[in-house]
Structures are given as structure tokens and as C-alpha cells.
């Protein structure tokens, strides 16, 4: 899972750089409940266990460190800030 996690993050990092190409999309499944993940209490009652998100067309201020992602997505037309680390990604 560690060299999975790797990629994930070496594609974030080229998104946060470049954006996404054409019209491509990137699905992150990631359990809301583990360390470090911060959730909106209002996205943490929707997905209590799991959520995945897309990055796609409608995201900003993509943030990618050596053990996480920050991101802001809208959610129901809410602006919401993840942040997740990579250990929480499935």
C-alpha cells in the first residue's frame, strides 16, 4: 500500500503543479475517521467511515506535503477544506 500511496501522491503533486490534462479526473477513497483527516462535522455525519472524492474541474488550492493533501471541494454548493493524509487513503 506504501508504493500506492506514492503514486497518489506523485500524481497530486503534478496536479497541484499543472492541473488536470484534457478532461481527465482522479477518484481518492479514504477512510473520514482516521488520523489526521479533517472533515467539516457536516461531511463527517454524511460519510462516517469512508467518503471518496473527484478532483476534476471544481477544485482549489490543491496542497500536497510528504505525508498529506489539502484541498478545497464543493460539496451541495458549499466550499469545504479536506485535508487527508496519505496513511488514510484505501
Do not use: C
Not at 500511496?5 to 490534462?21: E, F, I, N, T, W
Not at 463527517?44 to 484541498?71: C, G, K, N
Request: no cysteine; aromatic share 10%; charged share 25%.
Amino acid at each position: 500500500q506504501g508504493a500506492m500511496r506514492a503514486v497518489v501522491r506523485a500524481v497530486l503533486v503534478r496536479v497541484a503543479k499543472s492541473g488536470l490534462p484534457g478532461d481527465r479526473h482522479f477518484y481518492i477513497a479514504f477512510n473520514t475517521r482516521a488520523a489526521g483527516v479533517s472533515l467539516s462535522p457536516r461531511l463527517l455525519e454524511r460519510y462516517p467511515e469512508e467518503m471518496t472524492v473527484v478532483l476534476q474541474h471544481r477544485f482549489w488550492d490543491l496542497i500536497v506535503t510528504e505525508d498529506r493533501f489539502e484541498v478545497n471541494l464543493t460539496f451541495d454548493s458549499i466550499p469545504e477544506r479536506l485535508v487527508v493524509p496519505f496513511s488514510a487513503i484505501k
